[in-house]
């Protein structure tokens, strides 16, 4: 059988060889679909694995209590239900609502301004828990991140992103002042430089904390909810909860959910997210967006397939007295429509090979020059390819069976 493929495929090379330009230009309709295929799939790929990846490294055992701009009628309803919007309070009632949670931190942004430090930047300046960097898997490469006797103390003392430190050079490292407003500041801490596109070892790199400083956020001795120590202590930017495990995140989240109705007299002047859930949302939508490029591009292995069966239909129509010798001297009408069959398979499988390639040179110059994301996958490889050789056995089905339908005698007789 297989010494019979092989002389299948030797003639139809042979045949095809004969006219190369046609075959070349039967061919380019291919090479340009799996180039096609090829390009969508990777880019789709590339798309979904950055917005994966950023969905992820906001920690999927997480859930994140955020502040938000209240309008016009919403800040009037709050003042009426005595509801400050998110605070230490939320914190510590979090923190006691269910053995499902293991660890509740908050960051509060604030306005102050670095003076004297001789570098044209304005950092994000945050105060936060002292947990807040474990829960973010925030990397201290020198020195150590904020702790609880710092919160409570109230210590003037800050951790720097790596970035910032590289910019103040020898003012930037542990144990220097930083003067902000009419304070100094002591650096305690530095953070490891990280790369602004996603990092999968770290929990959160959604924000840039090169250009960050962390202060202490301080905790009072004792919270009420309506008294004046929690007024002071209102308006966190957020509050990121742990929860102990993923198959935890959804009742984590319903119960959350609850008590901030609760605690906040049914304001909305917070939002939950869960990661876990904008990535199942994400891995859906992403499908969908998959499928629908893939079907675009498949387009093109169509026009490139009817193509070749134009040129098949062509070439039986020429070879008729080719067929008619070739029925004389013994081939049966199965061995004929194998033959046609085998020149439409390898004009396709030869421009699956050259899309491939030209797939893996266009890719690499879109990622270069466009800085698209691209990720070459072996389905970004192995389906255009698949396709291909499926569309040469599809689209040259038809000619080989009218090629192996021919009277042998009228095919002799044809000029």
Not at 15 to 43: E, F, N, P, Q
Not at 80 to 109: C, F, H, N, T, W
Not at 240 to 250: G, K
Not at 322 to 340: L, P, S
Request: glycine content about 8%; some cysteine.
């Amino acid at each position: 059988m297989m010494p019979q493929v092989l002389s299948f495929i030797i003639t139809a090379y042979h045949s095809l060889l004969i006219h190369k330009l046609r075959s070349l230009l039967s061919v380019l309709g291919v090479v340009c679909g799996v180039m096609a295929v090829m390009i969508m799939i990777s880019t789709g790929e590339g798309a979904k694995k950055e917005v994966l990846g950023r969905i992820e490294q906001m920690g999927l055992t997480n859930i994140y209590v955020n502040d938000k701009l209240l309008s016009e009628e919403l800040q009037k309803r709050a003042e009426k239900k005595r509801s400050y919007g998110l605070s230490l309070y939320d914190v510590e009632y979090l923190r006691s609502l269910s053995p499902m949670i293991v660890s509740v931190g908050a960051v509060q942004k604030v306005a102050l301004t670095p003076v004297g430090t001789g570098i044209n930047i304005i950092p994000s300046i945050f105060k936060c828990t002292a947990n807040y960097g474990e829960l973010l898997g925030l990397d201290v490469r020198r020195g150590r991140f904020i702790n609880v006797q710092d919160s409570l103390n109230n210590r003037q003392v800050c951790v720097i992103g790596g970035l910032m430190s590289e910019r103040l050079g020898s003012d930037g490292r542990v144990g220097k002042l930083i003067r902000m407003d009419d304070r100094l500041y002591t650096i305690i801490g530095v953070l490891r430089k990280v790369d602004k596109k996603p990092v999968k070892t770290a929990k959160v790199t959604n924000q840039n904390f090169n250009d960050t400083i962390f202060l202490p956020l301080n905790i009072p001795h004792n919270l009420t909810k309506f008294g004046t120590s929690i007024a002071q202590h209102s308006m966190l930017s957020s509050i990121v909860v742990e929860v102990a495990n993923r198959e935890n995140v959804e009742p984590a989240a319903r119960l959350i959910n609850r008590a901030m109705e609760y605690n906040h007299q049914g304001v909305l002047d917070y939002d939950v997210i869960v990661p876990l859930e904008l990535l199942d949302q994400a891995l859906a939508a992403q499908n969908i967006f998959n499928l629908v490029l893939t079907v675009i591009a498949a387009v093109s292995l169509l026009v490139g397939g009817i193509g070749i069966m134009n040129i098949m239909l062509a070439t039986v129509t020429e070879r008729k007295r080719e067929i008619g010798i070739r029925r004389a001297v013994g081939a049966t009408r199965k061995d004929i429509a194998f033959q046609f069959l085998a020149e439409s398979s390898l004009l396709t499988m030869c421009g699956g090979t050259i899309g491939i390639a030209g797939g893996f040179i266009s890719v690499f110059v879109i990622e270069n020059l466009a800085g698209w994301p691209i990720e070459i996958t072996v389905v970004s490889v192995v389906i255009p390819f698949v396709l291909a050789c499926v569309t040469g056995v599809f689209f040259g089905y038809y000619p080989a069976v009218q090629a192996a339908k021919m009277d042998p005698i009228k095919t002799l007789r044809a000029e």
